[in-house]
DNA sequence: GCCAACGTTGGC
DNA sequence: GCCAACGTTGGC
């Protein structure tokens, strides 16, 4: 089992838009960026991802699972783009904000904090526990 | 709203 | 296959 994040602007695309789907869950579509596609196409079914907020409000505020591995993205025809399926598992009790995590030298290494842009990237174990411990995750 | 960083596109 | 131009993202 792997870690993910998953980056999205909530004005586009939220946590409660995201919760609202339910145990259905929806495409994570609309990627147009190679590392992010190449790193979905890794994805397994049952992959945990944490749900980050960008622009506005800047945090990491709930826990997603994969449940579809990478097929076409039904939002282009285009072939070379994919996309999986995920659904809303918890919020977190406390959103751990960029802020948080740019102060706690374990999370200096984080591509959120050395490659912002990046919309979909892996996260170690090591720093999956310690934003859950951040944002009082208990399970 | 600005700007830096970065990724993609397209001309050569 | 290189590189300049351009577009987009996201933090500030």
């Known amino acids: 089992m792997a870690f993910w994040l998953f980056k999205s602007e909530p004005s586009t695309w939220g946590w409660d838009q ?13 990627v147009r960026n190679y590392q992010a596609r190449n790193f979905m196409r890794t994805m397994t079914k049952g992959d945990l991802g944490f749900f980050y907020h960008s622009q506005t409000e800047k945090a990491v505020v709930g826990i997603i699972e994969v449940i579809a591995e990478a097929h076409p993205d039904s939002t282009t025809t285009d072939d070379r783009w994919e996309c999986v399926d995920i659904r809303a598992v918890r919020p977190l009790p406390r959103p751990v904000t960029l802020d948080e995590i740019k102060s706690d030298p374990r999370l200096a290494d984080m591509i959120l904090v050395r490659n912002s842009r990046l ?18 995750d208990a399970s």
């Open 119 to 136: 919309s979909v990237q892996p996260v170690t174990p090591t720093e999956w526990e310690i934003i859950r411990e951040l944002g009082g």
């Open 18 to 30: 995201q919760v609202a789907k339910g145990d259905a869950g929806e495409e994570w579509d609309g």
